[in-house]
């Protein structure tokens, strides 16, 4: 390892590592396991890549502090031995996958660094769980905490459990279904305070003004919007469509989205989530981040009522920036064991911003790169993989 730069990396100041600072753990060794074509950055993460070892679980399992996962996967009654995944594999829905992922992380240095995961939002979007599973962690989408690191010498393996619900995946090796984000110092030091938040501008907008200490809820949004092709659209709900593997590495607009979704027309202020039904909707309130503040969304409770709500992945800096009105989060929801309906405005998820650990650069590039994404779009709903409606 490069010790001066392992120095730099205990001076960084705390906050979320920008995509400059993930490239010093790579230059440091501290992130390991990828070749030089396949590593991806974000602004504030990092994309993880499956590996070829995949097991069929009999049922998820988490790890624990004490042992590495691969001493939970030799024991035969969690899982059934599948083989690799090198040229492709089908995930089946309603069935349960571990597969092994490239990277690795290095922690035989005392780094004062944390680590969490989540889905990124084209699987998430597909109805499909992800969650990271990582040695020496009790926890699911998080890295083990220092104390563990400076017990446990080498390398921390990491994997990720899937579970498709809607509809069957095709994945193969390289497959970026997760992503990873770094803190400098522990997270709760790089939360923005109620006083801080407001040196930064209106990070929200479009809702009321209902800032907690270092939160802003998100509400659902039913008004019905024109999406082109003469559809106007509240929401989607998921099609059980089982006859077609979507391949998560397809390229952008090759599905007709028609085979997949049916548009939900709300005109009563409120939409009927069905039992076990899939439905994706957008906030109210529209973000508007600057360079220096990254987000993390999550349920106000893992099940709100007879629902499921999730956001999949996180909001870099400059999400909605150069758009003068902000842009929505997409959120995908579930109904579990009845009918229940999902009111125009109701409360369904909070956000929490968090500062950078360093600043973000040369913002004229990243207006031309924010033009040029599809997670900039949120008006469309669904996964970039799609077409647009009725093309």
């Not at 993460?45 to 995949?54: E, N, P, Y």
């Not at 390289?174 to 305070?193: A, D, E, I, V």
């Not at 909605?320 to 929801?333: A, D, Q, T, V």
């Not at 360093?358 to 799609?386: G, H, P, T, V, W």
């Amino acid at each position: 390892m490069n010790k001066g730069l392992i120095r730099e990396i205990n001076e960084f100041r705390p906050g979320v590592l920008s995509s400059e600072q993930i490239q010093d753990l790579i230059k440091a060794e501290i992130i390991t396991g990828y070749t030089e074509n396949s590593v991806s950055i974000g602004l504030s993460s990092l994309d993880l890549h499956l590996g070829d070892k995949i097991w069929e679980m009999r049922g998820g399992i988490k790890g624990n502090k004490e042992s590495r996962y691969n001493e939970i996967l030799k024991s035969s009654k969690y899982h059934k031995e599948i083989g690799d995944i090198s040229n492709g594999f089908e995930l089946k829905y309603g069935k349960t996958y571990v597969i092994e992922l490239q990277e690795k992380v290095r922690f035989s240095e005392k780094l004062n660094l944390y680590g969490n995961a989540t889905g990124k939002s084209t699987i998430g979007r597909l109805d499909t769980l992800t969650r990271l599973i990582a040695d020496y962690s009790d926890h699911y989408d998080e890295l083990p905490y220092p104390n563990i690191y400076r017990e446990k010498d080498g390398e921390i393996n990491l994997y990720i459990e899937i579970t498709p619900i809607t509809f069957n995946i095709k994945v193969k090796k390289g497959s970026k279904l997760n992503q990873l984000r770094f803190y400098s110092g522990s997270p709760s030091l790089s939360l923005l305070t109620k006083e801080h938040y407001n040196h930064f501008g209106e990070l929200l907008k479009g809702g009321p003004n209902n800032t907690e200490i270092s939160y802003n809820y998100l509400s659902v949004e039913l008004t019905p919007i024109d999406i082109k092709g003469g559809q106007i659209v509240s929401a989607f709900k998921a099609l059980n469509n089982i006859n077609c593997a979507i391949d998560i590495d397809a390229p952008e607009h090759t599905y007709s989205p028609e085979e997949f979704w049916e548009p939900m027309l709300c005109k009563e202020q409120a939409l009927l989530i069905k039992k076990e039904a899939f439905y994706i909707i957008r906030s109210k309130e529209k973000l508007h981040l600057p360079e220096d503040v990254a987000v993390y969304g999550q349920a106000m409770t893992e099940n709100l009522g007879e629902l499921r709500i999730h956001y999949a992945g996180f909001a870099h800096p400059c999400f909605g920036y150069f758009h003068e009105g902000g842009i929505p989060l997409i959120f995908e929801i579930r109904g579990h064991n009845v009918d229940t309906f999902l009111r125009d405005g109701e409360r369904i998820a909070r956000i929490k911003y968090y500062r950078m650990s360093k600043q973000l650069k040369n913002l004229e590039n990243l207006k031309k790169e924010a033009k040029k994404e599809d997670y900039q779009k949120q008006d469309q709903f669904l996964s970039k993989i799609f077409k647009k409606w009725g093309e």
